[in-house]
Antibody
């Protein structure tokens, strides 16, 4: 069974930093592209960032580019999101999500486009 | 960025009713359109991918259609467990973008 477990959320002051983690199990982690998607309280979904299975390709929304860094440790089966220079508008539940497509020797991708499995989310609150 | 416009933003229907939600893209996205269901306090769930393909395990009362800029999501016979907010999402271009959501309630 695929499981994604986020952690690392909490209350942080504007300008502060936080690192989110997403521990994955139940699938071959390195063979799947991953993403972070967030949802501000009472609002809709917003794609934040994505990373290829190898970690060699990364993508960011303009709203977080230059402040957030996505990376992964395929030995630890863990996805990360380093968030710096946090703003009030970054307040949200952050979900990690796994793509539905497996990267094989004949077919491989770099951008998670189909969010087949999601974690339960971790709340980040940016406030003084 | 590609803007995704969903309508209506909310709807109320009776059990057994046919429910239709539309999603319009600001430019041609071919069939690169997914639909998600999000129940209160839960993570979203992928229902339909590439406009019309039903994700494994999803009941057949859910369906999707469309291509280009105009897409439709349908629940053929609304069930009490379908109470949720539904989102479309384009994956033609980065940044990936979602529609604003449609909240479905029981009348």
């Amino acid at each position: 069974e695929v499981q994604l477990l986020e952690s690392g959320g909490g209350l942080v002051q504007p300008g502060g930093s936080l690192r989110l983690s997403c521990a994955a199990s139940g699938f071959t982690f390195s063979r799947y592209d991953m993403s972070w998607v967030r949802q501000a309280p009472g609002k809709g979904l917003e794609w934040v960032s994505a990373i290829s299975g190898s970690g060699g390709s990364t993508y960011y929304a303009d709203s977080v580019k230059g402040r957030f860094t996505i990376y992964r440790d395929n030995y630890k089966n863990t996805l990360y999101l380093q968030m710096n220079s946090l703003r009030a508008e970054d307040t949200a539940v952050y979900y990690c999500a796994k793509d539905r497509r497996y990267c094989s020797s004949t077919s491989c991708y770099s951008l998670a486009e189909y969010f087949q499995h999601w974690g339960q989310g971790t709340l980040v609150t940016v406030s003084s | 960025d590609i803007q995704m416009t969903q309508s209506p933003s909310s709807l109320s229907a009776s059990v057994g009713d046919r429910v239709t939600i539309t999603c319009q893209a600001s430019q041609d996205i071919s069939n690169y359109l997914n639909w998600y269901q999000q129940k209160p306090g839960k993570a979203p769930k992928l229902l339909i991918y590439d406009a019309s393909n039903l994700e494994t395990g999803v009941p057949s009362r859910f369906s999707g259609s469309g291509s280009g800029t105009d897409f439709t999501f349908t629940i053929s016979s609304l069930q009490p467990e379908d109470i949720a907010t539904y989102y479309c999402q384009q994956h033609d271009n980065v940044p990936l973008t979602f529609g604003g959501g449609t909240k479905v309630e029981i009348k």
